[in-house]
């Protein structure tokens, strides 16, 4: 296990606290490489009925770390196998989200059950301030979930939806006041784990939809995301963030 990743075990429950607060629990390829495991893991053991995600220290995940996109050869292919892992992963997942959600911090989302969010939560997927595209079949799933037009100020314009507006779209389960949010997600995970599993784990599928079609579009993002991230626009947008100056993209002139 590696420090910025805490797996434990309590009731049935497995639980992966990203735990990197000093970048806001920014995801590097080792943090991928030992969630895919954890959830590798889970998905055989039987004594395993759910999972639960939270974030330490006050945010969620601020995504992928940039510095591993630039320093690559890695960039990104680790983030691609957890994505696959957590859309294919068969038992149920809650979320507990406090603070900002960014880029696969919110697209992961999108692969779990039950997500409660705290009153500061944030959700943001700046693929295309990046100069990127979406990942995790969010192209697919932000509309379906949210409806187009929310769906196209956050994925088109980069806007941020915070507690309140993710409620009302329906990207949230439900707002709960911060102090006592990690309590009551886990108690939504062990409820879930006390339920007949066959009968849940078969409406999860049922509800889940079309297994092929959600593949296949990770694979369609992730073949644009790649040549994406080798483009100018993507390189001028790594640089300014560490440049901590805003982007300057091609005219249209
Ligand atoms: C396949 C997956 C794709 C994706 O996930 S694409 C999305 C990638 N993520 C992002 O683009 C988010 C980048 N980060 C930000 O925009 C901002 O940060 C935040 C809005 C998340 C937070 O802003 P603020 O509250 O002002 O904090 P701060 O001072 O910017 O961040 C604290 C420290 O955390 C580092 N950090 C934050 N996010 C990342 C990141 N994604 N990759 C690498 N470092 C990150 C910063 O640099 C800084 O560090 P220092 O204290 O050393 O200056």
Same mark, same amino acid.
């Given at each position: 296990m590696i420090e910025s990743i805490r797996i434990t075990e309590d009731n049935h429950v497995l639980e992966i606290e990203i735990a990197r607060p000093e970048k806001k629990n920014a995801l590097t390829g080792e943090m991928y490489r030992s969630?895919?495991?954890?959830?590798?893991?889970?998905?055989?053991?039987?004594? /395993?009925?759910?999972?639960?995600?939270?974030?330490?220290?006050?945010?969620?995940?601020?995504?992928?770390?940039?510095?591993?996109? /630039?320093?690559g050869p890695d960039g990104g292919i680790a983030a691609f196998e957890f994505i696959r892992a957590i859309a294919a992963f068969p038992k149920p997942i809650?979320?507990?989200?406090?603070?900002?959600?960014?880029?696969?911090?919110?697209?992961l989302l999108f692969h779990c059950d039950l997500i409660y969010a705290a009153p500061d939560a944030q959700f943001i997927m700046p693929f295309v301030n990046l100069g990127i595209v979406p990942e995790a079949a969010s192209s697919l799933l932000a509309p379906a979930? /949210?409806?187009y037009a929310k769906a196209a100020a956050m994925l088109l314009l980069g806007e941020a939806?915070?507690?309140?507006?993710?409620?009302?779209?329906?990207l949230i389960t439900g707002i709960v006041a911060k102090d006592g949010l990690l309590d009551h997600a886990r108690s939504k995970a062990r409820a879930l784990t006390a339920?007949?599993?066959?009968?849940?784990?078969?409406?999860?599928?049922?509800?889940?939809?079309? #297994?092929?079609?959600?593949?296949?579009? /990770?694979?369609?993002?992730?073949?644009?995301?790649?040549?994406?991230?080798?483009?100018?626009?993507?390189?001028?947008?790594?640089?300014?963030?560490?440049?901590?100056?805003? #982007?300057?993209?091609a005219a249209r002139d």
């Open positions: 969630m895919t495991n954890a959830l590798g893991d889970a998905s055989q053991r039987r004594e /395993i009925g759910a999972v639960l995600v939270h974030g330490a220290g006050g945010a969620f995940c601020a995504g992928n770390d940039l510095a591993d996109f /630039i320093s809650v979320a507990a989200v406090q603070g900002l959600a960014v880029g696969v911090g919110t697209t979930t /949210i409806g939806l915070d507690a309140h507006g993710a409620d009302q779209a329906g339920k007949p599993p066959e009968a849940l784990l078969a409406t999860r599928r049922l509800m889940k939809g079309d #297994p092929t079609a959600i593949a296949a579009r /990770i694979e369609e993002e992730a073949a644009l995301f790649r040549d994406a991230m080798q483009s100018p626009e993507a390189q001028e947008a790594f640089a300014a963030f560490f440049e901590k100056r805003p #982007p300057v993209f």
